[in-house]
Every structure is written in C-alpha cells, then in structure tokens.
C-alpha cells in the first residue's frame, strides 16, 4: 500500500507564493512519476505539473514560469514551489505518484488565493 501525505496548502494573497511538499510511503517501484493536479470547485481535477525519478518536469502552460516541481528521491518527497500565485490558482492541490502503472494519490491539500 502507498500512502502520500500533503501539507503546505493555505491562504495566501495574490502575488504571494506557498511551498506545497508531498511525502510517499510504502512499497513501491524506484523508478516512478511524481506530480501533481488541482481541483477547483465545479471543475475536473487537472494536470499541473510531473517529475521523472530522474528530473525530467513538465507543466501545464498556465504554470509556466510560476511553477516549480522538484523531488527529494531519498526522502521521496515531492515540492511544488508556486509563486506569483493568482485568484485563479485557488483549488485543491492532489499529490500523485505513478508505479508500474498504477496511480496513487494523496488527500489533497486546499490553496486559496485572494483578491
């Protein structure tokens, strides 16, 4: 069994920046995918951003430049450095790791952005 466990989330005003972590647990494969999606409310649960076991990031275009996704694969740890967040970022942060083709995911992590 995987477990991941969010923290980070907040209030914060726009313009301002939060660190979202995401530590995974259990047994699973090296080699996997990390990431993250958000959901805001009355909306579909969406991509942000992956990292490879090795590095390799990828973002969704409304991110770009604002976002940072890295990992801590000793401590298998995944960070979501988000700043100059907007109102629009406001939703529920999901961490998600990938192993052997099986999704597994985190209770989510609320981020609220004001005005």
Request: charged share 15%; glycine share 12%; aromatic share 10%.
């Amino acid at each position: 069994q995987v477990q991941l466990v969010e923290s980070g989330g907040g209030l914060v005003q726009a313009g301002g920046s939060l660190r979202l972590s995401c530590a995974a647990s259990g047994t699973f494969f090296a080699i996997n995918v990390m990431g993250w999606y958000r959901q805001a409310p009355g909306s579909q649960r969406d991509l942000v951003a992956t990292i490879t076991h090795g590095g390799s990031a990828n973002y969704v275009d409304s991110v770009k430049g604002r976002f940072t996704i890295s990992r801590d694969n000793a401590k298998n740890t995944v960070y979501l450095q988000m700043n100059n967040l907007k109102p629009e970022d406001t939703a529920v942060y999901y961490c998600t790791l990938k192993s052997l083709g099986v999704n597994y995911w985190g209770k989510g992590t609320l981020v609220t952005v004001s005005s």
